[in-house]
């Protein structure tokens, strides 16, 4: 037999077994497959124990203690919605530390002082943090964007360090080229579009900026980058 016969063969029997394989079925997730009410209601308990320690009302936070220790009992138990699937392992590992973190908070809603509360408090926010972070998209380019905002909007920003908001124009160009090109995970097919769009709207926002630079005008620099910040935590909600 030829040589080149036998590449022709076997080419043509790869393509056979390839076709033959079983190609995996693409998973299509519902609104409902995506909803987790628990987690949600979860959030709100929380935030209400935040707002009060920030408007000064321990007494409510004491009060309603129970009611976040509630809600985190039922957000352990509650099975996880289909859309998060590959991520139940992440949960099972952080789940045991927010369940002691809050069951630590009731303890000092009865019997803790006013500081030792707060400091309570404040620990179940920050594993709340971490249990949140489980169930939200990590998308590298989206946080690549976010260290490269972080200095110029809580620094530079509030100080109006104009020059070294300045310097970090050339991140903000090179992070939104890549997520101008950035596909999704299957995951998130759902959401491609509305990715897309928020991608359009942060980098508008950042050619304004830009051009308030170029022209000097850095009385609207302060608008600007409200406008840019604004547009990127609009773009982290692409998944909602």
């Known amino acids: 037999m030829q040589p080149r016969r036998i590449i022709i063969l076997a080419a043509i029997a790869l393509i056979a077994f390839a076709c033959g394989q079983k190609q995996p079925e693409k998973v299509s997730y519902t609104t409902q497959d995506r909803e987790f009410p628990e987690l949600n209601a979860y959030m709100d308990a929380l935030d209400e124990a935040v707002h009060g320690v920030i408007d000064s009302n321990l007494a409510s936070v004491r009060e309603n203690a129970p009611l976040l220790a509630d809600a985190c009992r ?27 973190a809050v069951d630590h908070f009731t303890d000092m809603a009865t019997a803790g002082t006013d500081d030792q509360l707060k400091a309570a408090l404040d620990s179940v926010r920050s594993v709340s943090i971490e249990v949140w972070a489980v169930f939200v998209p990590n998308i590298k380019p989206i946080e690549d964007f976010h260290k490269a905002l972080q200095p110029a909007w809580h620094t530079y920003t509030i100080n109006e360090e104009w020059d070294s908001l300045r310097n970090c124009l050339p991140a903000f160009d090179d992070a939104i080229r890549v997520l101008d090109t950035t596909t999704l995970p299957a995951k998130y097919d759902y959401a491609q579009d509305k990715f897309k769009t928020g991608v359009a709207n942060l980098e508008a926002a950042f050619d304004s900026l830009k051009y308030a630079f170029a022209e000097n005008r850095l009385d609207g620099l302060s608008d600007k980058m409200t406008d840019l910040h604004d547009a990127f935590h609009e773009l982290q909600e692409f998944y909602k």
């Open 74 to 100: 039922t957000l352990e138990k509650a099975p996880l919605p289909k859309f998060f699937d590959d991520v139940a392992p992440k949960f099972a590992e952080v789940q045991p530390t927010l369940t002691a």
